[in-house]
């Protein structure tokens, strides 16, 4: 193993490691090896690729003597659900500022676990959060203060220069499966929403298992901006942990070719996947990252762009976001 990062302090949270399962049939159908990083596998109330992230950034608010945590994204967020669990676990207060307004059904899947572990919920129409978010955050931390509470700021998705360890521990993890299956030069694909797991695979990766290449599938905004932000976190990590030997990496790439109609709308050909996956191997994707990001590794192999031998497809979780959108899988086709 190549020389070691130096690790900032992390609460043990997430269950790892995870596996790393080979997907038989589907690589049989396409003639090379696809594997799967089960990160869909790390809770199970608390699955996804957040808690991972979540170990460090908890790590600073406890550090700095927060007690209460206060963080953001949208009504069916995985990040503030898993957040929500984790601040009752660890005896801290949450409260989330939330994209959208709830009808009656919405009070589901993830709001309804974040409402269940007791967190304090704000929500706004997203014509007011999406250019007021700023505003919203400090707002709420003002408030909060005044209220003689610590608050701890969480950025969208714990995407920032604390969570970015998360992946980068994660991509030793994945370095270490690949050392055990044989497997050197792997194309590893993620899907992008707030960047912080492809930065952290991209890191890790880049020294745990140099000739890896990472490709990430936005599900929103664009390539330039991930590249951005990619860069604005890695710097963010070096410039608090100067000596902790964290690099730029120039081993990965974006590829924003399959939003779809939108960030959390999908086309029929997603959903098919979903049906496609969970009967052929047993795989549950979601509509919102998970469905996206494979569905682009497939349309890549198809075009012929991809020429590794080995992908393997970092299951980031978000299986909770699928029962949200059940109205989709009652087309009668879906189920024959
Ligand atoms: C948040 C999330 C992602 C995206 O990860 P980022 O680190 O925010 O880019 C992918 N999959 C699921 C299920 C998520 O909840």
Redesign the pocket.
């Known amino acids: 193993m190549p020389s070691e990062f130096v690790f900032p302090p992390r609460l043990n949270l997430a269950l790892q490691p995870t596996p790393l399962d080979f997907l038989s049939r589907l690589s049989a159908e396409l003639g090379l090896r696809i594997w799967c990083k089960r990160d869909d596998l790390t809770g199970g109330v608390l699955t996804?690729?957040?808690i991972r992230?979540l170990e460090y950034v908890l790590a600073d608010a406890l550090a700095c003597g927060a007690d209460t945590l206060l963080t953001c994204g949208g009504l069916q967020?995985?990040?503030c659900r898993a957040t929500a669990l984790l601040a009752a676990k660890e005896g801290l207060n949450c409260e989330l500022i939330l994209r959208g307004e709830p009808g009656l059904h919405d009070h589901d899947a993830n709001l309804l676990l974040s409402e269940l572990a007791g967190a304090t919920i704000h929500t706004y129409p997203a014509a007011v959060y999406q250019p007021q978010l700023f505003e919203l955050a400090r707002e709420h931390r003002a408030r909060l203060e005044a209220e003689g509470k610590t608050p701890y700021w969480i950025a969208?998705?714990a995407?920032d220069g604390v969570g970015v360890w998360g992946?980068i521990r994660a991509a030793r993890e994945l370095a270490n499966d690949c050392l055990s299956q044989g497997i050197t030069a792997p194309l590893v694909v993620?899907?992008?929403?707030?960047?912080?797991?492809?930065a952290g695979l991209a890191v890790g990766l880049a020294r745990y298992l140099p000739r890896a290449r990472v490709l990430?599938i936005a599900?929103c905004d664009d390539a330039t901006y991930f590249e951005g932000r990619v860069g604005a976190d890695i710097a963010a990590c070096q410039q608090r942990w100067p000596d902790a030997g964290v690099q730029m990496p120039d081993n990965f790439q974006v590829c924003d070719d399959y939003i779809g109609p939108g960030y959390g709308e999908a086309g029929a050909e997603i959903y098919q996947l979903i049906s496609q996956l969970a009967r052929q191997e047993g795989l549950v994707l979601?509509q919102?990252?998970?469905a996206k990001?494979f569905y682009g590794m497939l349309q890549e192999l198809r075009l012929g762009r991809i020429d590794s031998k080995d992908c393997i497809f970092v299951h980031?979780?978000?299986v909770f976001?699928l029962f949200a959108a059940r109205e989709h899988f009652y087309h009668p086709n879906n189920f024959n």
Not at 190 to 198: E, P, R, V
């Open positions: 996804g690729n957040k992230k967020s995985n990040h969208t998705g995407s992946y993620c899907a992008a929403g707030s960047g912080g797991t492809l990430a599900v979601d919102v990252y998970t990001a980031t979780g978000g976001g």
